[in-house]
């Protein structure tokens, strides 16, 4: 198997998620050139606990790992007696409760199983539900739904059901298996949040401008796109140091928020290059807007000890 960090992160179990990252990062950015840690990855269907060994080959002039090489070994069966409970139910056709584990229990935040007993199964999701025609049809059936407990929390699932019928088929029953991925879920959005987000200024970055274009040129929409390049910037982060070079970076990042995002999308290109996608706007418009930017931009005057500095734009 082969990817990048991010498709790996996205297959690792939730509840390990964080232990890894804190020793890559460690081995990454730390003074710690050995890593060891073991953790549930889905290659398929399940997922295989996994040790991973590695070192650090190769540092660059921050100390930053450039180079690490290291072994994965399955290690599956030496763990699965380590393994939890998932909560688990039985259902009638009719797709009432008869009969659940405690760790279905623990999951409504229940305090006895009366409080689960009769209730219908449908009842406890918020989004998808049980298709019964669809279950009916294959005698089962996965998805992804949310449940509110009793606390009020809402959880996201993973539901599993399977139909059985008894012996010469004279009634049937439902299993169904239930695991809470709501970690998960958080982990994705936050995934997702780092994939389309410029991180020092929070807006979007190329790779979400570019699905934004993307998404107009197919529907043929007219729109307008702003370049926007910052003029004297070297000068300020030379002078002033990165430090005053990233509060600028910000600053133009709000004042490009509150001119352009009530009208469209607003991205950093890279560097200190920013691009406005704007649908359904005239040419005129945007320069008057973009004119406004360049005077707003320029307003801010950085003092250091030697010298004045003035930020524009292009």
Not at 179 to 204: H, S, V, W
Request: aromatic share 6%.
């Amino acid at each position: 198997w082969s990817g990048t960090l991010i498709h790996m992160m996205e297959r690792v179990h939730e509840d390990d998620l964080d232990g890894l990252q804190f020793h890559w990062s460690m081995a990454l950015h730390g003074n710690r050139d050995r890593i060891e840690f073991s953790f549930r990855l889905k290659l398929e269907r399940e997922y295989q606990w996994v040790r991973l060994r590695g070192r650090v080959l190769k540092r660059g002039q921050s100390s930053e790992a450039l180079h690490i090489v290291g072994t994965t070994r399955d290690i599956t069966s030496q763990r699965q007696a380590a393994s939890s409970r998932e909560p688990m139910l039985v259902l009638s056709p009719e797709l009432v409760i008869t009969e659940c584990n405690d760790a279905f229990i623990q999951l409504m935040g229940a305090s006895v199983k009366e409080q689960c007993i009769g209730m219908g199964f449908n009842r406890i999701f918020i989004s998808e539900k049980v298709n019964k025609e669809l279950l009916t049809l294959n005698k089962q059936v996965r998805f992804e739904s949310s449940i509110k407990a009793q606390s009020e929390k809402v959880k996201n699932v993973d539901v599993s059901i399977a139909l059985f019928e008894t012996y010469q088929h004279t009634s049937s029953y439902l299993i169904a298996t239930m695991r809470d991925i709501t970690d998960r879920k958080r982990n994705e959005a936050k995934l997702r949040q780092l994939a389309l987000n410029d991180e020092l200024t929070g807006l979007a970055n190329r790779n979400s401008l570019r699905e934004s274009i993307s998404t107009l040129v197919e529907n043929k929409q007219q729109f307008v796109l702003a370049f926007i390049d910052l003029d004297g910037f070297k000068a300020i982060n030379d002078t002033a140091g990165h430090e005053q070079g990233d509060i600028e970076l910000k600053r133009v990042g709000v004042l490009l928020r509150e001119l352009f995002e009530p009208i469209g999308d607003v991205g950093r290109w890279g560097g200190d290059e920013f691009i406005a996608v704007l649908p359904g706007q005239s040419v005129n418009d945007v320069a008057d807007k973009s004119t406004l930017l360049i005077q707003t931009i320029e307003e801010n005057v950085i003092r250091t000890k030697s010298s004045q500095l003035r930020l524009s734009a292009s």
